[in-house]
C-alpha cells in the first residue's frame, strides 16, 4: 500500500493497550493479516494500512471506540526515540514541537500530508493533516495523534494550561463524553482542521530538562537519520508522497506535481525515465491502492471513492478497478464481508 508508514514501536504500544482492554492479540494480528515477525523490531517500518486494520479489530473485540484517545494518553518522549529525545532537551516549546514537526518521518509518514507548528496566526497551532474520509477507524487515528501532542505538551513543560482549543474535522461521535475526560479545554467538532490551539505565551514556556550540549548531539543525529531517508528516497516516491496529498476529488497534472516538487515538469519526467517509471503509471498505482484501503477499510460508496480518486465517472472507476483486482467493487467488497464472517 501506498498510504505511509509508521514504526513497530507504535503498533507494538497498541496492542499493548488492546492487550489490557482485553483484546486477543493473535486474533487482532490475523485479522490484520500482519506478520508478527515485523514488529519484533521497533524500528522496523509498517505500512499505515496494518495500523487502521488493528485498530479497527481493536474497536470491535473491546467495544471502546475512545481506544485513539486512550492511547495518545499513554505517549511518552522516550517513545518517539532520538525525536522525542530531542524535544526533551529543548530550551522552549516552540523549539521542542519545531523538532516534533520537522523530524516527524522518523517516526511516521503519510502520503497524506505533514504535521506543522504555525506561529503566524492570532495565537500558535499544532496542526495534523487531514485523513478524511473518516470513520471508526480513522477517527481513532486523529484521536490519537491530538492526545499524544497534549500529554507530550504537559511531559515537556509540566503545564496542562498551555492548549487552549482542540479542533477536529469529522463531526461529533458517539463516544464524545471520552473527550471531556481527555482534555482539560474545550473541543469542537466539525472544524476545517485538526489541531491543538495553543495559548499566546505557550511557545516561549521553558522545556523541563533543557540540555543546550546534548540537544545539539541529538539534533544531529536526527538529521543523519533524516538525510539517510532522504537519499533512499526515489523520485517515484516523492511523486507518490506528492499525488497522496492532491488526489482528492480531481486528477492533478505531472506540472501540479513538478511544480511541488520545485522542478520542472521535463526533469521529473527525466527522472522518472531513469527509474523505469512513469507518471500516468504512478497515478494509476496511487489509485490502485487508495481505492482498495477505501474498499478495506471504509463503507464509503463506489460513487464517493470515484469522486475522491479523481475519475471521471464511477464507472470509469469501476472499469479500473476490474482491471486492477480482476473483480468489480461490489464483487470485492462482496468477498471481504464473506472473509470477515
Same mark, same amino acid.
Given at each position: 500500500?501506498?498510504?505511509?508508514?509508521?514504526?513497530?514501536?507504535?503498533?507494538?504500544?497498541?496492542?499493548?493497550?488492546?492487550?489490557?482492554?482485553?483484546?486477543?492479540?493473535?486474533?487482532?494480528?490475523?485479522?490484520?493479516?500482519?506478520?508478527?515477525?515485523?514488529?519484533?523490531?521497533?524500528?522496523?517500518?509498517?505500512?499505515?494500512?496494518?495500523?487502521?486494520?488493528?485498530?479497527?479489530?481493536?474497536?470491535?473485540?473491546?467495544?471502546?471506540?475512545?481506544?485513539?484517545l486512550l492511547m495518545g494518553h499513554h505517549s511518552t518522549l522516550s517513545g518517539s526515540g532520538y525525536v522525542g529525545l530531542a524535544a526533551m532537551t529543548s530550551a522552549t516549546l516552540q523549539q521542542a514541537l519545531t523538532v516534533l514537526t520537522?523530524?516527524?518521518?522518523?517516526?511516521?509518514?503519510?502520503?497524506?500530508?505533514?504535521?506543522?507548528?504555525?506561529?503566524?496566526?492570532?495565537?500558535?497551532?499544532?496542526?495534523?493533516?487531514?485523513?478524511?474520509?473518516?470513520?471508526?477507524?480513522?477517527?481513532?487515528?486523529?484521536?490519537?495523534?491530538?492526545?499524544?501532542?497534549?500529554?507530550?505538551?504537559?511531559?515537556?513543560?509540566?503545564?496542562?494550561?498551555?492548549?487552549?482549543?482542540?479542533?477536529?474535522?469529522? $463531526?461529533?461521535?458517539?463516544?464524545?463524553?471520552? /473527550?471531556?475526560?481527555? @482534555? +482539560?479545554? !474545550?473541543?469542537? &467538532?466539525?472544524?476545517?482542521?485538526?489541531?491543538?490551539?495553543?495559548?499566546?505565551?505557550?511557545?516561549?514556556?521553558?522545556?523541563?530538562?533543557?540540555?543546550?550540549?546534548?540537544?545539539?548531539?541529538?539534533?544531529?543525529?536526527?538529521?543523519?537519520?533524516?538525510?539517510?531517508?532522504?537519499?533512499?528516497?526515489?523520485?517515484?516516491?516523492?511523486?507518490?508522497?506528492?499525488?497522496?496529498?492532491?488526489?482528492?476529488?480531481?486528477?492533478?497534472?505531472?506540472?501540479?506535481?513538478?511544480?511541488?516538487?520545485?522542478?520542472?515538469?521535463?526533469?521529473?519526467?527525466?527522472?522518472?525515465?531513469?527509474?523505469?517509471?512513469?507518471?500516468?503509471?504512478?497515478?494509476?498505482?496511487?489509485?490502485?491502492?487508495?481505492?482498495?484501503?477505501?474498499?478495506?477499510?471504509? $463503507?464509503?460508496?463506489?460513487?464517493?471513492?470515484? /469522486?475522491?480518486?479523481? @475519475? +471521471?465517472? !464511477?464507472?470509469? &472507476?469501476?472499469?479500473?478497478?476490474?482491471?486492477?483486482?480482476?473483480?468489480?467493487?461490489?464483487?470485492?467488497?462482496?468477498?471481504?464481508?464473506?472473509?470477515?464472517?
Amino acid at each position: 500500500m501506498k498510504i505511509g508508514t509508521t514504526t513497530a514501536l507504535y503498533i507494538n504500544q497498541l496492542l499493548k493497550l488492546a492487550h489490557s482492554l482485553g483484546s486477543d492479540i493473535d486474533q487482532l494480528l490475523a485479522d490484520a493479516e500482519l506478520d508478527p515477525n515485523e514488529l519484533e523490531d521497533d524500528d522496523n517500518r509498517v505500512d499505515l494500512t496494518f495500523l487502521m486494520r488493528l485498530g479497527r479489530g481493536a474497536i470491535r473485540q473491546t467495544g471502546r471506540q475512545e481506544i485513539g484517545l486512550l492511547m495518545g494518553h499513554h505517549s511518552t518522549l522516550s517513545g518517539s526515540g532520538y525525536v522525542g529525545l530531542a524535544a526533551m532537551t529543548s530550551a522552549t516549546l516552540q523549539q521542542a514541537l519545531t523538532v516534533l514537526t520537522q523530524f516527524e518521518h522518523l517516526n511516521s509518514q503519510c502520503y497524506r500530508g505533514t504535521s506543522a507548528l504555525l506561529s503566524d496566526e492570532p495565537k500558535p497551532v499544532l496542526s495534523f493533516y487531514s485523513i478524511a474520509p473518516y470513520n471508526a477507524y480513522t477517527c481513532f487515528v486523529v484521536d490519537g495523534v491530538l492526545t499524544a501532542w497534549v500529554k507530550l505538551i504537559y511531559l515537556l513543560t509540566g503545564r496542562s494550561d498551555l492548549v487552549e482549543l482542540i479542533q477536529i474535522e469529522f $463531526d461529533t461521535p458517539s463516544y464524545v463524553d471520552a /473527550y471531556r475526560e481527555a @482534555f +482539560s479545554c !474545550p473541543v469542537r &467538532f466539525g472544524c476545517e482542521r485538526n489541531a491543538l490551539v495553543l495559548t499566546s505565551e505557550a511557545l516561549q514556556t521553558p522545556v523541563l530538562e533543557s540540555n543546550a550540549g546534548l540537544h545539539q548531539k541529538l539534533i544531529r543525529q536526527c538529521e543523519r537519520q533524516l538525510n539517510e531517508i532522504a537519499l533512499a528516497d526515489s523520485y517515484r516516491n516523492k511523486v507518490l508522497k506528492v499525488l497522496g496529498t492532491m488526489l482528492h476529488g480531481q486528477t492533478p497534472s505531472i506540472d501540479e506535481v513538478a511544480l511541488k516538487l520545485g522542478m520542472p515538469s521535463w526533469t521529473l519526467r527525466r527522472k522518472l525515465k531513469e527509474e523505469d517509471s512513469a507518471y500516468q503509471l504512478l497515478v494509476d498505482e496511487m489509485r490502485r491502492d487508495v481505492a482498495m484501503s477505501y474498499m478495506r477499510n471504509t $463503507d464509503l460508496t463506489f460513487g464517493e471513492i470515484s /469522486y475522491l480518486l479523481g @475519475f +471521471s465517472t !464511477p464507472g470509469a &472507476f469501476q472499469r479500473a478497478f476490474k482491471r486492477w483486482s480482476g473483480q468489480t467493487p461490489g464483487e470485492y467488497r462482496k468477498s471481504l464481508s464473506s472473509k470477515r464472517k
